[in-house]
């Protein structure tokens, strides 16, 4: 059991990654937020590909893969619009002198 574990963080931390490379702009995500947004999408692409039989949730395959990548690009991009991601960035971007 520990072993799909195990597979599900490094495929988060490769789609979570390659989403970041693919969607435009810059991301203010950390390492942490990046591997969840990226289980959340291998979840959401293996649960699809499962549905459609493909094969199992747990297994790496093509279709899967796709939709994880496109989960993940999604996420992001409301990740970036939520509320609190703007004004982290404000906060981040210290005082503004007038």
């Known amino acids: 059991m520990r072993r799909r574990h195990d ?3 490094v ?3 490769v789609i979570g990654a390659l989403a970041r490379l693919i969607k435009p702009g810059r991301q203010r995500l950390g390492l942490l937020a990046t591997l969840l947004v990226g ?3 291998s979840v959401i692409g293996g649960a699809i ?3 459609l039989g493909t094969g199992s949730i747990f297994e790496l395959n093509f279709l899967g ?3 994880a990548l496109t989960s993940a690009v999604v996420i992001l ?3 970036e ?3 609190g991601t703007t004004l982290e960035a404000e906060l981040m971007s210290g005082p503004k002198v007038a």
């Open 49 to 51: 590909a499962n549905l």
């Open 11 to 13: 495929a988060g931390l």
């Open 77 to 79: 991009g409301i990740v």
């Open 81 to 83: 619009g939520a509320p």
């Open 65 to 67: 893969f796709v939709v």
């Open 39 to 41: 289980v959340v999408a």
């Open 7 to 9: 597979g599900f963080i």
